[in-house]
């Protein structure tokens, strides 16, 4: 299972349908089959769901229900998946003191006879306080899974920063492992260091991960990881 996660970049400003169809032939390209995106705003969101059609299923709801509300702003962190959703559900994240709303999409596939649950989210970027908040609501969220877990994300926080240590810390308790990539994935660091994550359950076999760097269309790169589950 190839499974891969990328912050688009919300340039909706400067938006042209070539970046929704980059995104679709590196889906493809890279036989992706699951991907979480963030930062989508509606154009992309209306381009990408038309290419890509019945090829794969996409779910997540953006972050305010009604467009009327920060239009420029109003993004969505969909999952997309070669593999049936047999349900999903999109939270909200605490937002008090945070600029913007926060969320994270959850869906749930079959694979090799197993429910596995994924999560895709893009958390607050500045203020600490709030971070720390968001990763409780998401592992309160995640310890109550009985489901092997998928979670990727753009988190805005380094391994190596003390509130996301402590969430690695909680999530490997309850046997879900942080993949380290050792590279940057935000383009403007300039010291190797991923502030888009992944984590899976002990239930999957790492056999590759790659920061993929050869997209042009946004500030981060995306990453690629090729698990095989367990039997």
Do not use: W
């Not at 999903?88 to 079959?110: G, Q």
């Amino acid at each position: 299972m190839i499974i891969s996660t990328f912050n688009i970049q919300n340039n909706v400003r400067n938006y042209n349908k070539n970046k929704s169809k980059e995104i679709y032939n590196y889906i493809k390209k890279n036989k992706i089959d699951i991907i979480g995106l963030q930062e989508v705003f509606n154009k992309c969101n209306d381009d990408l769901g038309l290419m890509i059609g019945s090829k794969y299923n996409i779910v997540g709801k953006f972050r305010y229900f009604f467009n009327i509300f920060f239009p420029l702003k109003n993004e969505r962190n969909p999952i997309i998946s070669k593999y049936e959703i047999l349900n999903n559900r999109t939270y909200h994240l605490p937002s008090h003191k945070a600029k913007y709303k926060r969320i994270i999409t959850k869906a749930i596939i079959k694979y090799k006879g197993k429910l596995i649950s994924v999560y895709n989210t893009h958390i607050e970027v500045s203020n600490n306080e709030v971070k720390e908040r968001q990763l409780n609501k998401i592992y309160n969220i995640i310890r109550r899974d009985k489901n092997d877990v998928i979670l990727m994300g753009d988190f805005n926080l380094k391994k190596t920063d003390s509130i996301f240590k402590e969430f690695i810390k909680k999530l490997k308790g309850i046997n879900i492992n942080h993949v380290d990539l050792n590279d940057d994935t935000f383009k403007s660091h300039k010291d190797r260091e991923e502030i888009d994550h992944i984590f899976v359950s002990n239930n999957f076999d790492i056999n590759k991960k790659i920061v993929f760097k050869d997209l042009s269309i946004s500030d981060h790169y995306p990453v690629i990881i090729d698990v095989n589950l367990k039997d």
